[in-house]
C-alpha cells in the first residue's frame, strides 16, 4: 500500500456517490464518525469508496473497535499528556478498559494510529505529518509474523529505520541505520548479509523509499564522527574492505562496534592503526558480542588508541 492522505469525511464534499476534496477526486482513507465516538474507515480511491481500511498497525484484521482517542480516558495519565506517557497507561472507554485501534486527528486530519491489545499492549502506533504523505515515526511489532518494523524521522538532520526478523533467536536477521538526510553520513548501521542481499525490509507496510534507497547504498557510504556498527561473521570482512577501499571511515572519531569476532581477514585489527583508512580514530568501543580473546588483541595491537567495552 501506498502512503495516501487519510481525512475525516467532514473535510470531504460528497457529489452523486463520489467523495471529492478540494474540488478533485479523493484517494486514500477517509474516517467516518460514528455514535459514542466510534470511527469507521475506508479506502478511497478516485472518489469511490472500495473497501475498509486496515491499520498497518494490526497484523491480521480482528473484529475490533476504532475509536477517537477523545473517547478514552486515563486514571494513569491526563488526556493532554497522554502522548508523553502512551505505553505507560490504562486506556478506558466508557468505564471498561479498552482494546482495539485509536486515531487522534488534528482538523480533521489523522495524526496518530495506535493498537492496544487485549493484553493492554499500546506498542503498535504510527506518527503522521498531517500535512504529506509521510510518517514521523512509527513502531510495528508482528508477533506471529516474528518481524518488527520501527522508524523515526521527527528530526530534520535524524532519520533512523529498524527491521528485524527475530523468527530463528540464534539467528536473527536485521538491518539498523541512522543518518543524517542533510550531509547523508551514517551514524549508525547494522545487517546481516542475507537482509542485505534479499531486501525483505522493503516489506514495511509504510513505504520509505528514501530509506530503502540509502540502505541499498550501502558501500559508498561516509560515516560520521561517531558511528556504531554491527554485523554477522559472514558479511563485516566484505564490508571492511569495501569502506577501507572508499575512505568511508576518514571522519570516524569514536566508533562503537560489535561483531569483531569475524573480522578475521584484515591482519589481526591492524587496520584500527591504518592512518589512511581511520586518520582521525580516536577511540574503539566494544559491544557485548566481542570474545575477551578479541578485546585483548585489539588492546595489543592498537596502543595508540582508547579501546574499552561497551
Not at 105 to 124: A, Q, T
Not at 144 to 158: M, N
Not at 199 to 227: A, G, H, N, R
Not at 254 to 282: M, P
Request: charged share 20%.
Amino acid at each position: 500500500m501506498n502512503n495516501m492522505f487519510r481525512l475525516k469525511s467532514t473535510l470531504l464534499t460528497q457529489v452523486d456517490n463520489k467523495w471529492y476534496y478540494q474540488g478533485m477526486p479523493f484517494t486514500g482513507v477517509i474516517f467516518f464518525d460514528k455514535e459514542d465516538s466510534q470511527i469507521a474507515p475506508f479506502i478511497v480511491h478516485n472518489g469511490v469508496i472500495t473497501e475498509p481500511y486496515i491499520s498497518p498497525c494490526i497484523e491480521s484484521p480482528p473484529s475490533i473497535m476504532q475509536v477517537d482517542q477523545s473517547a478514552l480516558l486515563s486514571p494513569d495519565c491526563p488526556y493532554n499528556e497522554m502522548p508523553s506517557c502512551w505505553n505507560d497507561i490504562r486506556l478506558c472507554y466508557q468505564d471498561k478498559l479498552y482494546a482495539g485501534m485509536v486515531y487522534d486527528f488534528v482538523e480533521g486530519k489523522c495524526l496518530y494510529e495506535n493498537y492496544i491489545d487485549d493484553d493492554r499492549y499500546s506498542g503498535n502506533y504510527i506518527t503522521w505529518n498531517t500535512d504529506s504523505l509521510l510518517p514521523v515515526s512509527f513502531e510495528l511489532l508482528y508477533k506471529p509474523a516474528g518481524l518488527t518494523y520501527s522508524y523515526d524521522g521527527f528530526r530534520v538532520d535524524e532519520v533512523f529505520f529498524s527491521y528485524t526478523d527475530w523468527r530463528n533467536m540464534e539467528e536473527v536477521d536485521e538491518v539498523r541505520i541512522k543518518y543524517n538526510p542533510v550531509t547523508k553520513k551514517i551514524g549508525e548501521f547494522s545487517a546481516t548479509k542475507s537482509v542485505l542481499q534479499d531486501k525483505p525490509y522493503t516489506s514495511c507496510p509504510i513505504p520509505l523509499p528514501d530509506v530503502y534507497k540509502m540502505i541499498d547504498s550501502y558501500q559508498t557510504f561516509t560515516f560520521d564522527e561517531f558511528t556504531i556498527l554491527g554485523f554477522d561473521k559472514n558479511i563485516i570482512n566484505e564490508v571492511f574492505e569495501i569502506w577501507s577501499n572508499n575512505d568511508s571511515f576518514q571522519d570516524v572519531k569514536k566508533l562503537l562496534i560489535d561483531g569483531l569476532d569475524g573480522l578475521d581477514g584484515l591482519a589481526n585489527f591492524s587496520i584500527f592503526n591504518n592512518k589512511q583508512v581511520l586518520g582521525s580514530l580516536t577511540e574503539i568501543i566494544l559491544m557485548g558480542g566481542s570474545s575477551l580473546e578479541t578485546i585483548e588483541t585489539i588492546k595489543a595491537t592498537v596502543t595508540n588508541l582508547k579501546v574499552r567495552s561497551y
